[in-house]
């Protein structure tokens, strides 16, 4: 991989933004990164990374503070671009089992739109959630990670590839799962993932999401879930990223 010019440390827009929901997130993606600094939620900071400076931005839960953190941090600056890890539920263990790292290749939100008897009707407002060069988006954002990966000079892991849905509500029955799942084609729920999509495509900033597995959606059941496991996995992911960047303890 090329490495950037040192000169280019300061630079804002050459800075690449490391975004995790919450601070247990964000230490088990820079585990075995001595030093590193983990923000509060709703805050980031600057940490030099190798010959670069990461920004790393802890958000809150959910897709509101999703949007509104990663909205302060574009109104200050514009990034090569913004990465975004963490933990997911797997709508099938059998397919998706727990600990599995997840590329999300497509983010959707079942909240958006009219709500009937029914269920959901993204279209049933008349109003879209936004437009872009002409295209209306309205629960549905797809994502482009081999482009994303491209665009901030990093080494996509090899994984499975999902399409994820994003919610305010976490689904807490197998029958609510079973109903998103079927109606969005969706592989993993997460929180806070189309905010982050949806902010990154509306200011043209290349955005990737890899997930690990912590638990099966829907289920309360303590065999369906292993969180601890799942956070283990995204300081691999984090290494796989930028590799030979995260681990500085063959150099110290
Ligand atoms: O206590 C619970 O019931 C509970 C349910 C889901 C997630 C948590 C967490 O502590 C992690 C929150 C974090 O993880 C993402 N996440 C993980 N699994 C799911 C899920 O099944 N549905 C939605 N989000 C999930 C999410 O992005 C949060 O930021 C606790």
């Known amino acids: 991989m090329p490495r950037s010019d040192p000169g280019e440390r300061g630079r804002p827009d050459r800075h690449l933004v490391l975004v995790t929901a919450t601070a247990m997130e964000m230490r088990a993606c820079l585990e075995g990164w001595p030093g590193a600094i983990i923000p509060e939620e709703g805050q980031w900071c600057e940490q030099p990374f190798a010959e670069q400076t990461m920004v790393t931005l802890v958000t809150g839960v959910g897709p509101v503070n999703a949007a509104l953190s990663l909205g302060r941090l574009l109104g200050t600056f514009r990034p090569r ?144 879930w292993n969180l601890k496991a799942a956070l283990a996995r995204l300081g691999p992911v984090t290494q796989a990223l930028w590799p030979g960047r995260g681990d500085r303890r063959t150099d110290q």
């Open 81 to 224: 671009g913004v990465c975004n890890l963490g933990v997911a539920g797997s709508f099938d263990l059998q397919a998706l089992r727990l600990e599995t790292v997840c590329c999300v290749t497509a983010e959707s939100w079942p909240e958006f739109g009219l709500r009937k008897t029914e269920g959901i009707d993204p279209c049933g407002l008349g109003l879209a959630h936004g437009k872009i060069g002409g295209q209306v988006y309205r629960d549905r954002v797809p994502l482009d990670p081999e482009g994303g990966a491209r665009a901030m000079g990093v080494c996509l892991p090899a994984c499975c590839r999902v399409k994820s849905l994003s919610v305010a509500g976490v689904s807490g029955t197998l029958e609510q799962a079973a109903c998103y799942r079927h109606r969005y084609d969706a592989d993993i729920e997460n929180m806070e993932g189309f905010a982050l999509a949806w902010a990154c495509l509306t200011q043209e900033v290349p955005f990737l999401e890899l997930r690990t597995i912590s638990n099966r959606v829907g289920s309360r059941a303590a065999g369906d």
